[in-house]
Structures are given as structure tokens and as C-alpha cells.
């Protein structure tokens, strides 16, 4: 197992976290203009994008792994391309370490524009409850009728009136 093949499969991975933003940055633009059936077309093709993401991963896992092995170097856990930079050769590990870094800062890039999404999306949703509570009738409030319990029942003597007087 050499680098380069590693190296490849990272730059693979570069690739396609860089689709991914751009994906990202179409669905802002789709969220902001409220077309929704774009946005449920990008996340369609997101989905399909991380599946790929997720098999390189695991790929690369492997390539690590076999690497470190092949050298003889103890690990603990999933292997990581820290741990490779650390066990190759200067001129691998420098190389190593430039896909790395620009791979984490695409990775840094779209962690930002889907949290900036998912903003989006909570201030969408809070408009649109905002909008059907103002839209909803009120249900009657309490104290619009300034009677007792008693005056319903017509357990008090206060505004009775009677129309016929005994003592005529």
C-alpha cells in the first residue's frame, strides 16, 4: 500500500466535500427565494453525495490501516491521517498534510453554509407559524364576561327584578 493511492482517495474526498458546498450555496439561494421544490431536489442529491463521501471514508480507513500495518505501527481505534503524516516519509507526509489541511478547510466551509441553511430554515418556520397564529381565530378569553359563577346560576339577590309584587 503506498501513499499516493491514500493521497488519491483523500483528494477524492476534497472532490466531493467541494460538490457538496456547492450544493450548499445553490440551497441558500433556493431557501431565500422560498422555492422549496429545488431545495427537496438538492437535499435528493446531498443524500446521494454523502453516500459517496461515506464509502470513501471507509475506503480510506482501510488504505490507513493497511499502511500502518505494513509498517508496524500500533493504533487504537479507527486510524487517522494524522497517524499516517506522523509514520511516512517527509516528502509523503508533506503531502500528506496539504491534502489534509485543504480537505479540513473545505470540510470547515461547509460545516459554516449548512449551519447559515439551517438558520434559514428555523427563520422560515418560525414566519410561517408567526403567520397561521395571526391567521387562527382567538378562542375567547376568559374575563370577556364579568360574571360570577353565582350571577349564572341565579343564586343572587343583586340586579333581580321581579314583576310581581305581593305586597300590592
Do not use: C, W
Not at 4 to 11: G, K, Y
Request: hydrophobic share 40%.
Amino acid at each position: 500500500m503506498s501513499v499516493s493511492q491514500i493521497v488519491a482517495t483523500l483528494e477524492k474526498l476534497e472532490k466531493m466535500h467541494k460538490s457538496l458546498l456547492e450544493l450548499a450555496n445553490k440551497k441558500t439561494e433556493f431557501i431565500k427565494s422560498n422555492d422549496m421544490e429545488q431545495v427537496d431536489v438538492l437535499l435528493k442529491n446531498e443524500q446521494a453525495h454523502v453516500a459517496a463521501i461515506d464509502t470513501l471514508e471507509q475506503q480510506r480507513q482501510v488504505m490507513v490501516t493497511d499502511y500502518l500495518r505494513a509498517k508496524g505501527i500500533a493504533f487504537t481505534g479507527t486510524p487517522t491521517v494524522a497517524e499516517l503524516i506522523e509514520a511516512a516519509e517527509p516528502q509523503e507526509a508533506k503531502e500528506l498534510q496539504d491534502v489534509r489541511s485543504r480537505l479540513l478547510q473545505v470540510v470547515t466551509e461547509l460545516k459554516v453554509q449548512n449551519d447559515l441553511n439551517q438558520k434559514l430554515v428555523l427563520q422560515s418556520l418560525q414566519f410561517v407559524n408567526l403567520t397561521l397564529d395571526m391567521l387562527r381565530p382567538q378562542p375567547e378569553q376568559a374575563g370577556t364576561f364579568n360574571y360570577s359563577g353565582a350571577e349564572v346560576r341565579g343564586k343572587t339577590n343583586i340586579g333581580k327584578k321581579s314583576y310581581y309584587d305581593s305586597q300590592a
